[in-house]
């Protein structure tokens, strides 16, 4: 009850910060346990995952990429969709808040061991646009502590919470490294909690290169995955984290992203 209630406190905070889309649950989730892998620290390399370390031979400059991420957690929810996502052989980025981190260090270990890319979103959701330096450095840094210490994976890069974000943030954004990655599609999923409305906003909305934001908190959100990730694989999609979208296209950190262009990053 503990942990269902620190869970609740936490919806009620970040309500009003999504995205969103629908669709029905068609396909199973897998009850198989997820196996977790020896912790790789910082595998293969930041500067790779960054897109720093490729040159002409990126993935997605030969085929059709979508960056699915998920915000917010994780929580029960999440280990549903790790399940939906290896049915389809999908790689997702988990942008997640240290809060949560802590509640359900469980849950990161199996996203890092699904092959997923784990981002910061901040300790407690807050606008970091309207805190001090100290403040935004300490949101950024307890949750990368977190991440590291409960899973050993190193998180590259920053999705401000509201996608807010302002001069100071960048700069400290840039005093850690991290380039912050907004999103191109937001299907509205923390506030339209339709599974179907969700899924077809995705679907319609999404073009190559792109990164798309939901939520793994909402019930309604994961239930729309499977018809989204059949949708998108059916014109030709693959679904890669967001470091592996923009392979070959070096991030500046500090700077804003919202998704790969035939010619770069934008
Ligand atoms: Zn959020």
């Not at 969103?20 to 997820?34: R, W």
């Not at 910061?120 to 991440?147: C, F, M, P, Y």
Request: charge should be neutral; aromatic fraction near 6%.
């Amino acid at each position: 009850m503990k942990r269902l209630g620190a869970a609740l406190v936490l919806l009620a905070v970040v309500s009003g910060c999504g995205d969103g889309t629908g669709a029905d649950t068609t396909v199973a989730a897998p009850e198989a346990p997820v196996a977790v892998r020896p912790m790789v620290f910082n595998e293969p390399d930041p500067d790779a995952r960054r897109g720093l370390g490729s040159s002409g031979t990126a993935y997605c400059a030969r085929v059709k990429c979508v960056a699915l991420t998920f915000d917010d957690g994780p929580m029960e929810d999440t280990e549903r969709l790790l399940g939906m996502l290896a049915q389809y052989n999908a790689k997702a980025t988990f942008f997640v808040v240290g809060r949560m981190v802590e509640e359900f260090p469980d849950l990161v270990r199996k996203e890092v061991a699904g092959g997923h890319e784990i981002a910061n979103h901040s300790w407690s959701h807050a606008n970091l646009a309207g805190l001090s330096d100290a403040g935004v450095r300490a949101e950024i840094q307890k949750t990368q502590d977190a991440i590291v210490r409960h899973s050993g994976y190193r998180s590259v890069l920053l999705r401000p919470p509201y996608g807010s974000s302002n001069a100071r943030v960048a700069a400290v954004a840039r005093s850690f490294g991290l380039p912050e990655i907004i999103w191109a599609v937001d299907p509205l999923d923390w506030r339209d909690r339709s599974s179907s409305l969700v899924a077809r906003r995705v679907l319609s909305g999404t073009g190559n290169g792109d990164v798309v934001l939901m939520h793994d908190i909402h019930r309604t959100t994961v239930d729309a995955v499977p018809r989204i990730l059949e949708g998108l694989a059916a014109k030709g999609y693959r679904f890669v984290t967001v470091s592996k979208l923009f392979e070959g296209t070096p991030l500046t950190p500090g700077e804003q992203y919202r998704g790969r262009t035939a010619t770069g990053a934008r």
